[in-house]
């Protein structure tokens, strides 16, 4: 499983951001049943992805996310590079989409 950072405030997503060159941010909240079914799937895909730092925030604490990310649903994940966004994904999350999309962003870069 991919080792992640718990982000607790819209100051830490934006340290997290602005530190690592791609950035991953997953979006949940607390009583999201499929928020909690597809993140052990993106932990596990990301794994093979060493390049990206993985940030996890919960909605729920952190409620500047949906205003300042233009977060509408949960889960919510996006990758940014340089704190630019590559690709978002929401909701309904197909793996096999997300990691079609992780393999264009990287070799992209």
Known sequence: ???YTQLT???????FTRDN???FIYISRENC??????????QELLSDYPQIQVGKVD??????????????TVP??????????????SRFIRIDQLKQNLERAILDI
């Open 76 to 89: 919510t994940m996006f990758l940014l590079l340089e704190q630019k966004e590559l690709f978002r994904e």
């Open 9 to 15: 405030s819209i100051e830490m997503v934006r340290e």
């Open 21 to 23: 060159q791609l950035s």
């Open 59 to 72: 909605a729920d604490e952190v409620k500047e996310i949906a205003g300042e990310y233009l977060v509408f």
């Open 1 to 3: 499983m991919k080792e």
């Open 33 to 42: 049943s499929v928020c909690h079914a597809v993140w052990p799937k993106v």
